[in-house]
């Protein structure tokens, strides 16, 4: 019996696809399960639910199984939306070999910006090991015979630490403005699980055996928040946008026990490209929280979907700036 038309899943420990070969377009999505940090944005906005999140498994304070992602073949429809929301760049879909996102393609979701950008003038080549040993993505190299700094941008978390080592040569604009607080006293006696699966290294452990917080490095993916044994609980909540001249209620999970969390991690302005998407919009709602950097949203004027992108976007960003 032919399988064209049929998704086929595959997992493995390490990788996760989905393929569907049709009669003009083969579909490859890929999920890298060692760089997923089992974050549930993915989840958060799939449209069609596909995505679940899988717990890890804390032993004796440290993640023994790290949290992951989990896919119903059945259910996807392989639309790109949690490629482009992934923040650790986990995830990545194929169109006849070739690199394609249909929501990118077809406007229908916005390309979540994030920079990077090197000035070799101003680079001070004796920290390039530094540079090169801090980036926790291992993206960064040195190429002798250029005499330059080589980075696949592609792969870029902006997690900042490049631009940190090289006291500003690189410079990085995150893709998620929010917050992020660590609070030692609520946590678990002897618990490390949320450095274990941080993918910045801005919870990390010191020297001194102690859980530590540089939030200036912090992507906002909220990994630790789910990884912690102390859970965020959630309610549901109804929030009304405009799509295409029609009025569309959703629900998004809204944090009820903040004051209980040792770590909490909010989202409150992105920098995509324009679009008038209705996706992005529910995307946006779902995964930015209530304060939006303190901006107060009207409930009535949300209705109106520009007001709503530009209450939690901040503004539109011209142009996508050369990456050199």
Sequence with gaps: MSSRGNTIKTRTEHLMTLERPMVTRHYLMTWDLDRCVGCQMGPTVCPKEALTHVPGEIIDGRMAVKPSVDVDPDLCVMC????????????????????ENPVLKYNTFPEIRGNLTFDRDAFDFSLKD????????????????????????????RCRQCEVASKGAFQVTQRWQGS??????RCVEGCLA?????????LHINSEGELVLADYFCIKCGSCMHACPIKPEFVEEEFTFESSGVSVTRTYQKLVNPEALAIKVERWRTQPTDTK?????EALRKLADDKAGAVEIDRKRALRRKDLIVALRGHTLPAHPKEE
């Design 194 to 202: 949320c450095a274990d699966v941080c993918p910045t290294r801005a």
């Design 80 to 99: 790109g939306i949690c490629v482009e929301t992934c923040t650790v760049h986990a995830i990545s879909i194929t169109i006849n070999d070739q690199p």
């Design 180 to 185: 992020v607080e660590l609070h030692r006293d």
């Design 130 to 157: 530094l540079v090169i040993n801090n980036c926790p993505t291992h993206i960064i190299s040195y190429d002798e015979d250029k005499d330059t700094m080589v980075v696949k941008y592609e792969d870029c978390i």
């Design 277 to 281: 998407s209705g996706s992005w919009i």
